[in-house]
T-cell receptor, first 111, second 114 residues
């Protein structure tokens, strides 16, 4: 079966660092994506990992360990506008199904 | 501007009244997909299309139909909507399904079936 787990909710304060974890068990693995989704809006692409290690993109970094079925999204210097849901998604080997999504982590940033 | 568009953005309808949600992309993408998003359930795939005239069921296809007559358009059809189809719907497209192909999402259609 396919399973992607993320915490449902997290809270943090402006200027802090937060780490959002994602564990996955899928039939095959062809990459892991992180998306950001503000309430009522479309998901927007944040990062992509296919090899083990850390990918850095400005304030956001994403890490992958394929042997552990684990990824995290690291957000630094948090801003109020970072309050959103963060979706972990896995590309499997299953033909046609582009991405399997986790249920998302809602991050609330307070001042 | 490269984008995925959906219409309508908001729709309130009644049980049994057929409706179509349109989706169009201007990026010459081969792969298109429909998702529904419900609280606590996340994004679930309804149907997808690998190319023109090629469509297949996703995880939750019951009560929906799609067609792909042209590369840019991928309409979602609800022949007889029911209240359990009240949801937020997203169309998405990508170049293909290769490793690095990123999915781009439309703005969403909020559907309420009374």
């Amino acid at each position: 079966g396919q399973n992607i787990d993320q915490p449902t909710e997290m809270t943090a304060t402006e200027g802090a660092i937060v780490q959002i974890n994602c564990t996955y068990q899928t039939s095959g693995f062809n990459g892991l994506f992180w998306y950001q989704q503000h309430a009522g809006e479309a998901p927007t692409f944040l990062s992509y990992n296919v090899l083990d290690g850390l990918e850095e993109k400005g304030r956001f970094s994403s890490f992958l360990s394929r042997s552990k079925g684990y990824s995290y999204l690291l957000l630094k210097e948090l801003q109020m506008k970072d309050s959103a849901s963060y979706l972990c998604a896995v590309r499997t080997n299953q033909a046609g199904t582009a991405l399997i999504f986790g249920k998302g982590t809602t991050l609330s940033v307070s001042s | 501007e490269a984008q995925v568009t959906q219409n309508p953005r908001y729709l309130i309808t009644v049980t049994g009244k057929k409706l179509t949600v349109t989706c169009s992309q201007n990026m010459n993408h081969e792969y298109m997909s429909w998702y529904r998003q419900d609280p606590g359930l996340g994004l679930r795939q309804i149907y997808y299309s690998m190319n023109v005239e090629v469509t297949d069921k996703g995880d939750v296809p019951e009560g929906y139909k799609v067609s792909r007559k042209e590369k840019r358009n991928f309409p979602l059809i609800l022949e007889s909507p029911s209240p359990n189809q009240t949801s937020l719907y997203f169309c998405a497209s990508s170049l293909g399904t290769a490793r690095t192909d990123t999915q781009y999402f439309g703005p969403g259609t909020r559907l309420t079936v009374l």
